[in-house]
């Protein structure tokens, strides 16, 4: 079945970096684009960051543009988020997802805060 585990979660301070990988298994990785989605404490799921099958397009929400970098290792079954210059307002669970045609799938989420 169709599996999407994130990690890399933790707590740094303001300015920091943190590395979440999404390990995806169930499906044939290499066909489908990928996403990152984060849900904040009493706000609504938002879009992050997405990237394409083979890797060579993406795009990003506009709060994290120039900060978090979406990338894939299609032969490890593997996506990953780059995120730098973390700001406290990035707090919240983030999500490896993507939509197989028919179902959306979701990971459990990995939880990030940014504080000092």
């Known amino acids: 079945q169709v599996k999407l585990v994130e990690s890399g979660g933790g707590l740094v301070q303001p300015g920091g970096s943190l590395r979440l990988s999404c390990a995806a298994s169930?499906?044939?990785?290499?066909?489908?684009?990928m996403n990152w989605y984060r849900q904040a404490p009493g706000k609504e799921r938002e879009l992050v960051a997405t990237?394409?099958?083979?890797?060579?397009?993406?795009n990003y929400a506009d709060s994290v543009k120039g900060r978090f970098t979406i990338s894939r290792d299609n032969a490890k079954n593997t996506m990953y988020l780059q995120m730098n210059s973390l700001k406290p307002e990035d707090t919240a669970v983030y999500y490896c997802?993507?939509?197989?045609?028919?179902?959306?799938?979701w990971g459990q989420g990995t939880q990030v805060t940014v504080s000092s």
């Open positions: 997802n993507t939509f197989l045609g028919v179902s959306n799938y």
């Open positions: 990237i394409s099958a083979r890797g060579d397009n993406s």
């Open positions: 169930g499906f044939t990785f290499s066909g489908y684009p």
